[in-house]
């Protein structure tokens, strides 16, 4: 939805835009291209070199910074910045985190159970598997899933794990697999559990909450903060946030309803069928 994400945020000479979820630098190519000058984040240093190297045309224009997007108003203080024009949000798993077996994102490829996007935290998706409670598992898969075989699932992992250690992402795969009843399924049955377990392990929905509030304190009057998020307990926190800013009238949603990818992006990149765009602009006048 790159044509909706620029005709939101206009990027020009003029400005600055903060991609907070800079990736491979995707998005950021796009925006550097109209003119303005970037600031991109991402915690995951493989990608952050990936994008080094691409946007390495734009010069000093592009400036760009290993850092979690929930300390995004630190990390723009420590680069002696304290408003920007823009802010963009892509949020979810990156095409190049499920393509490495070896980062264990992908239940489809054989690789260790890991999942973190910053791989320096000591947190992976195998500890979480091996120590968790019954009950906090299914909760976790409940919640972060919304997985209606939670209870089933959780009981299949602490069954299987007395027995042996749970260690790679094909062998978590087939245990949730083998609780599904028989038939066809629209998604593989495993992906539910595999989101869940990947959001608790790189504490999304908490980053969010922090990093969106943090993105709209720092925008200049007539800035616009656009969020792509890819499941619904991501567009809720979108949507709520933005209803609560403006109410107060701090805010100005641009989407009354979130913007949806167009059947011929979809064809190219089915992973965008579940994208969806919510944008909002601060006032260009405080409220009284």
Do not use: W
């Amino acid at each position: 939805m790159l044509g909706e994400v620029l005709s939101f945020l206009k990027p020009r000479e003029e400005k600055l835009i903060l991609d907070a979820t800079v990736g491979t630098g995707g998005h950021a190519e796009a925006i550097l291209a109209q003119g303005a000058c970037l600031i991109g984040l991402d915690r995951d240093p493989e990608a952050l070199e990936l994008a080094r190297r691409r946007l390495s045309r734009f010069g000093e224009r592009a400036r760009l910074v290993c850092a979690n997007f929930r300390n995004l108003r630190k990390t723009l203080s420590h680069l002696g910045v304290k408003r920007v024009d823009g802010v963009l949000f892509d949020l979810g798993v990156s095409s190049l985190q499920l393509a490495r077996p070896a980062r264990g994102f992908s239940f489809r490829e054989e690789g260790p159970l890991d999942m973190r996007m910053d791989p320096t935290q000591p947190l992976t998706a195998a500890e979480l598997v091996a120590r968790l409670p019954e009950e906090e598992l299914a909760r976790l898969l409940r919640e972060y899933g919304e997985e209606r075989y939670a209870r089933r699932i959780a009981r299949a992992i602490v069954r299987t794990r007395e027995k042996a250690p749970i260690r790679s992402t094909t062998q978590l795969a087939r245990i949730v697999a083998r609780c599904y009843p028989p038939g066809y399924h629209r998604i593989h049955p495993a992906t539910r559990t595999f989101q869940a377990l990947r959001i608790a392990v790189n504490d999304e929905l908490s980053a969010l909450e922090e990093g969106l509030a943090q993105a709209i304190e720092v925008l200049r009057p007539g800035g616009v903060v656009c969020v792509l998020s890819f499941h619904s307990l991501e567009d809720r926190i979108v949507k709520n946030m933005f209803r609560g800013k403006a109410a107060q009238r701090n805010l100005e949603i641009l989407t009354k309803k979130p913007l949806r990818p167009r059947p011929e992006e979809v064809e190219r990149n089915p992973r965008a069928r579940s994208a969806k765009l919510r944008a909002a602009r601060v006032p260009e006048v405080a409220p009284p």
